[in-house]
């Protein structure tokens, strides 16, 4: 069973757009919400994360927005620049409990110049 | 900055052969994972270490999967007999402690079983 869910699959905006990715959990207990970034024949690079205690953070051009009743968190990169062209996943975590990380199936982006 | 290193990078193997892999976490982390990344899906946990101690293999296929960090710093995965749906990317990750801690993942090592 998926525990996270992440949407669209895939995604292309022109540069200066602003993507928006979204994830949706069903384990109320998760209490950490990561975001990495890809890039082909990498590792996954955390990029901003959130806990449930904050609806919204920002860092540099990258948000993540937090609906804890609705059990939703979104990513939004302001700005978009062709560098930000990689794959985007979500992650969730029970920290108390071994930090074991559920990944999304991951959002492929493209930034066209 | 320090990394987790990963070897080989690539590694292609034919069916029923073994392999192996080796992840070497940042100085200092206490906790180890590795994880299975198919091609297109988000990554997996294999199995996740606590100094030299196993806290997690509920999903490492334990048939013909194993892993072991033994002094609780570097660790060594390996697969005896690789089948064809093994080909997939292996990351290894590491954080400083097992609660409330970021992950930082390596390279990965991409396996191609023919």
């Known amino acids: 069973q998926q525990q996270v869910k992440q949407s669209p699959q895939s995604l292309i905006v022109q540069k200066g757009g602003i993507p928006i990715i979204n994830c949706a959990y069903e384990n109320t207990a998760f209490d950490y919400f990561p975001w990495y970034q890809q890039f082909p024949g990498k590792g996954p690079a955390l990029l901003i994360a959130i806990r449930p205690d904050v609806s919204e953070k920002k860092e540099g051009r990258f948000t993540i927005s937090f609906n804890k009743s609705a059990k939703q968190f979104s990513l939004h990169i302001m700005d978009s620049q062709p560098g930000d062209s990689a794959t985007y996943f979500c992650?969730?975590?029970?920290?108390?409990?071994?930090?074991?990380?559920?990944f999304g199936t991951g959002t492929s982006l493209t930034v066209i110049p | 900055e320090a990394e987790v290193a990963q070897s080989p990078r690539y590694k292609i193997t034919e069916k029923s052969q073994a392999v192996a892999f080796w992840c070497d976490p940042i100085s200092g982390h206490a906790t180890l994972y590795w994880y299975r990344q198919i091609l297109g899906q988000g990554p997996e946990l294999l199995v996740q270490?606590?100094?030299?101690?196993?806290?997690?293999d509920s999903q490492l296929p334990k048939d013909r999967f194993s892993a072991e960090r033994l002094k609780g710093v570097d660790s060594t995965l390996k697969i005896q007999p690789a089948e064809l749906g093994d080909s997939a990317m292996y990351l290894c990750a590491s954080s400083k402690t097992i609660f409330r801690d970021e992950q930082f993942f390596g390279p990965g090592t991409r396996l191609t079983v023919l």
């Open positions: 992650a969730a975590s029970l920290t108390n409990t071994g930090n074991q990380f559920y």
């Open positions: 270490f606590q100094d030299e101690s196993v806290v997690d």
